[in-house]
């Protein structure tokens, strides 16, 4: 069973704070994807990364930066933590999408509540 | 700009009776249309999807209709029960990505009262 699994449930950080988020897979996923989940907004992606060292936008990257060192790894990373980035963050893998077949599902882990004060 | 428009945003039905979450879409390119459900504490997980040739499939209490002419899609959850109380969100995958790179809707919090 695949398991996507974020470091931390919670984390309170003071504004201006570099912060990582950072996330592990253990299904050797090549794709790994960030998002955030906002009530009312639903879930946005921030970034997603298809291979090592490898990385793309999403809808949402102003604030934010990743990193991708390993393939089993996705690290997310808030240079400086403002109150608007208080959030729950999902990471989630999958395998490719292109060639694949197309019930290649995305897998989350239960994500990261982030709280920058 | 929303690409997925889900509604309603909240919805409570009895145990017993049936559940009904709509989509929509404007790109005609999207090729396949999942749906995700999101127990509390937990991440999303897939629960049933649908290509864009198929008008339905059923899993299952859970059926996913779909009409393309309309760009529309919906989830049916039959007989609802209170463990399927969960938030549920209709997805679209971006067309040529390559990396099933999904666009999602707002969410659906669904509450099946006892």
């Known amino acids: 069973d695949v398991k996507v699994t974020q470091s931390s449930r919670y984390l309170v950080k003071r504004t201006g704070e570099k912060v990582f988020l950072e996330c592990v897979q253990d299904?050797?996923?090549?794709?790994m994807f960030w998002y955030r989940q906002d009530p009312g907004l639903g879930l946005r992606l921030i970034y997603f990364?298809?291979?090592?060292?490898?990385?793309e936008k999403g809808d949402i990257p102003e604030g934010y930066s990743v990193s991708r060192e390993k393939k089993e790894r996705f690290s997310l990373i808030l240079e400086s933590a403002s109150t608007n980035q208080t959030s729950m963050y999902l990471c989630?893998?999958?395998?490719?999408?292109?060639?694949?077949?197309?019930?290649?599902?995305?897998?989350f882990g239960n994500g990261t509540r982030l709280t920058v004060t | 700009q929303q690409q997925v428009k889900q509604s309603p945003q909240s919805l409570i039905v009895q145990k017993g009776g049936i559940s009904i979450i709509n989509c929509a879409y404007e790109?005609?390119?999207?090729?396949?249309f999942p749906w995700y459900q999101q127990f509390p504490g937990k991440g999303p997980a897939l629960l049933i999807a649908?290509?864009?040739?198929?008008s339905e499939k059923k899993e299952g209490r859970f059926t996913i209709s779909f009409n393309k002419s309309a760009k529309q899609f919906s989830l049916h959850i039959m007989d609802s029960q209170p463990g399927d109380s969960a938030t549920y969100f209709c997805?679209?995958?971006?067309?040529?990505?390559?990396?099933?790179?999904?666009?999602f809707g707002k969410g659906t919090m669904l509450l099946v009262s006892p």
């Open positions: 989630a893998s999958s395998r490719p999408g292109q060639g694949a077949p197309y019930n290649s599902p995305l897998h």
């Open positions: 299904m050797d996923h090549e794709n």
């Open positions: 990364s298809y291979d090592v060292k490898m990385k």
């Open positions: 790109n005609t390119a999207f090729d396949y």
């Open positions: 649908i290509r864009p040739d198929v």
């Open positions: 997805a679209a995958r971006v067309p040529d990505s390559g990396y099933s790179t999904l666009t």
